[in-house]
């Protein structure tokens, strides 16, 4: 049951928020923070349940499931199940979605009921995306992130939103759309095989699907995830987005809606299709690669704030990309630890520059400069966030980018080293940005107030989690370690068994 | 007693987070206080640790306090974990000594700035991160000690954000030894791959067991960790960083850029000396980088008008020095040489601003001059610093320590004579660029008026670092001078001395008496360019050939033009050309031809019935001739 709070509170809230729009600003508002913190708060006393025995979940990861028929004539349930992947990533989608209300308090000012809606919807979705494991639910979550999303970069976006938001929803629906294709193929395929028709994930695990055809079907769910992620060649969906969503839409984007990609990864392509994945290891490592290095020098690049910290989510979500496909232990909790100090580091960033814009209304990195003296707390606060994101040792990234790394180099040593050359460039990045914020001699002449106590509560918050992470992950590794182990170890006798298999060949 | 070993960073870390959230409310006294305060606190802790180390050491001369594991995956599973040994104690007593006094100086020295919080919270912070580079039990947490003291050198360096060239030198120094840092990086994974395992020490035992030597893994792990070491201290190629990184206040420069985080590779290469010794090919070439740098900086600091980059420049031909050192497997000599360099070089950046807030913020030489009397206790100290600095003999500390290394560069059996020769050549223009500062700092006509003389603070600073420029160098002599082997002894637990050649103590009395001799030519012979024949001096780079060569030197051989050109430009071009992410257009264009052929399409609906008619006819036709060829 509790899982299916996780999701009826948001939608509720949502619901309520949007009604309660007609009688001014601070309802929805603060009925969207006691959901969320409701939702934190059942997220956290799952964690704390379940932490001290989690080691006890070796054989089956789920620490919760809940289970309706929904469309039972076509195998279709309302299946949701909870492991401690799931649940990390919805304590960060709770942690976010508190932060993005508050950020929003002043910068949203019409129709805020509605947003709020759109807000808390979103959020459902992705919580449903993290705990739905039967797959015609997870599309079904998938599409409900979408439209909101949708909503938010359209309505309260900036000057070029219609733009950004059709280009967000052309790119994610083509995708979304390949997916379902393959979801599809797949349930075709194990039914036919297995005369059982259903669209449970662990019944699906291990089907017997000829390599071609699982090729194929990887690729429809790569294709998506890829997008969501998002990676090179199929990222130039997310600058112009982020550029123009909100503040809380950058956030969410960022810290959350990205991720929902790196966890299909883990979640769905790897363990579905494990052989045709690991046959298409090598590019997708590269694809990972190459993100690193173009996201960094693209976001070198730019004068507009928002487009430079959206690239640099490129170059991070690369070692994401790299961390899954390495496939072992180090990278995978690599990637994790990446997944979620990357939503706290940039979600940092942009709402910095949310802040920056909405006292002296511009983006534009040229007619900034020498603001360290105007606002002092702001220039120090965006320091440490830039120093977490070029991969400060003692932040949260490092530690992630550290484990792919180290993981990464048993796999392949001359792509760890390309990898290895991204955090130069991230260092590159992330200096210029203060350099040109808050460092040298004034542009022009802004008046612009500091940061004020609901935004240095915010802020706090962030670095507090970062420390945390940075100084002592051991929490975060343990929780996600039986899901990962399984999902190991299930790929891993898949592999065997084919090993086996062409040694016989021989 | 070793149980505190923990609080000796944590003062430093507790009080910049205390300034950092508290310093802009605070009155200057109480951050400057607590600034300085903590450092003292944990100097006079590594001294009550180092007595108890020496009175009682524990077991193997080494002790480890486990805080709690940091990270635990698979079988990587580094703590953040202290590991006190003679070589810790060492780097930790300079660190918090030196440091306290430098702190001191600065309570004064930047009073007038107002960011007065935000300097300490750096410098202690820096500090903090210092700490933990040396006490730091695994490679891991040494990486983190490594990196955070690298960020306080860029915050540092660019202290003074409004100018832009500050930043631009504070870019510069993170970037330039972070390329280092990622040479480290892969020797960590490579290191941890073929051991399994982080912690320095375990690496060090199996190293010995698993590799043969001049095998590939530790051949290439030690080239690795040597990246990192080069970056870090300023060697070539990677030199480039440091006369820039001047732009930081005087204090930052004694302390950082001279004193401690520029000796962090010399430090990560005695540490894992084990691993070099197997890589005997690598161990020669950290010679000959030491050696090559010695030269080019030495060359380089001859040229220099500005007092700090003739110190800057100087500090990286020391440390060449100490990396020839290492080479030839004499770690002790090197750690010798990074303890009384510590002193006279943080001296002598004291000492340098003392004098330039004395002269208006002047930094040029050539524009100092004649100011012996009026600031007689910078001038004491400051000689004694000169005199350490260029080695003069017997009552130096840099004496014995830079005598020791030409020693054991000649007779250590990694040594040759070629080591010794081109070090005592170094050893001469040391001599000359030395004589060459002090002199025109202090002698001939006036041309700055001294505004203000140095308080109470500075001149306690200066004294007190003047004195252990002097007798630091009395703990360790040499053979052919009363043969104390303080260091030596006390630093073998963890750097055990190198087997040298043995040789009549007349051949070490002879090379000792050489390298004196060109001291003394160096010294006599910057006196003659730039008080008895001052002309000369001017004829010489008025030629044409001096004058390029001048130039060629003065600018630091070229390597900053060099790296502009490979590395810089065309990285910026790079990233111009394709600002706007050319895969892109790829969609847009997809997006342009979908709207061509969509109006395209929407023109054929006229609503004109012939029109449809006739293309229906006409489609017919053609669908019927399909048809029947087919």
Known sequence: MTLLWLLIIPIIGGMLAWMSGKTGTQVPRWISVIALTVVFGLTLQIWYQYYSKIDLFTEQAWLIEFERAWIPQLGISFYLALDGLSLLLIALTAFLGIISVVVSWKEIRHRVGFFHFNLLWILAGIIGVFIALDLFLFFFFWEMMLIPMYFLIIIWGHEDKRYAAIKFFIFTQASGLMMLVAILALYFVHGNATGVFTFNYNTLLGTEISASVAMWLMLGFFVAFGVKLPAVPVHTWLPDAHTQAPTAGSVVLAGLLLKTGAYGFIRFVIPLFPEAAMQFGFIAMILGVVSILYGAKLAFAQTDFKRLVAYTSVSHMGFVLLGVFAWNELALQGAIVVIIAHGLSTGALFILAGGIQERIHTRDLDRMGGLWTTVPRMASVALFFAMASLGLPGLGNFIGEFLVLIGMFRENIPLTVFAAIGIVAATVYSVWIIQRIFHGEPREKWQMRDLNLREMVVMAAMMIVLLWIGLYPRPILNTAKPALDIILREVEEVQMVDTWDSDLEF | MFELLWLIPFFPFLSALLLIVLGSRMPKSLSGGIGAGSI??????????????????????????VLWTWIDVGNLTPAIAFHLDALSLVMMFVITFVGFFIHLYSTEYMIHDDAYARFFAYMNLFVGAMLVLVLGDNLVLLLLGWEGVGLCSYLLIGFWYKKPENGYAARKAFVVTRVGDIAMLIGIFLLFMHTGTVQIRHILDLAPQIWMPDSVVPVTASLLLLGGALGKSAQVPLQVWLPDAMAGPTPVSALIHAATMVTAGVYLIARTHVIFELAPAIMTIVSIIGLVTALIAGFSALTQTDLKRVLAYSTISQIGYM???????????????FMTHAFFKALLFLGAGAIIHALHEEQNIFKMGGIRKEMPVTF????????????????????????????????????????????????????????????????????????????????????VLAFFSTVAGFIELPHTMGDITLFSNFIASVL????????????????????????ALGIYVAFLFYIKRPDMAGEFTSSPAGKAVHSFWFKGWGFDWLYEKVFVQPVVYLSQINKRDFIDSIYTGIAFITEILHRLFSRTQTGNVRWYAMVLVFGAIIVITIAVVL
Not at chain 2, 41 to 52: E, F, M, P, Y
Not at chain 2, 325 to 336: D, E, N, P
Not at chain 2, 496 to 515: M, R, S
């Open chain 2, 380 to 463: 004491w100290t400051f000689l004694i610093g000169c005199a350490s600095l260029a080695a003069l003999p017997l009552v130096t500390s840099g004496f014995y320590s830079k005598e020791l290394i030409l020693w054991k560069s000649f007779s250590s059996q990694y040594g040759n004579v070629w080591f010794y020769i081109f070090g005592a050549v170094g050893a001469f223009i040391t001599a000359v660029y030395t004589s060459r500062m002090f002199i025109l700092i202090f002698y001939g006509d006036k041309k700055t008026d001294v505004s203000h003389l140095p308080g109470t603070r500075i001149t306690i600073t200066l004294i």
């Open chain 2, 40 to 65: 003292g606190l944990s100097a006079v802790l590594t001294i009550i640790i180092g007595i108890n180390f020496l009175a009682s050491p524990p077991e193997n001369y080494s002790y480890t306090q």
């Open chain 2, 323 to 337: 990396f020839l050192a290492l080479g030839v497997g004499a770690y002790g000599a090197a750690m010798f040489h």
């Open chain 2, 496 to 519: 055990p001395a190198v087997p040298v050649f043995d040789y009549a103590l007349g051949t070490e009395l002879l090379l000792q008496i050489i390298a004196t001799l060109l001291v």
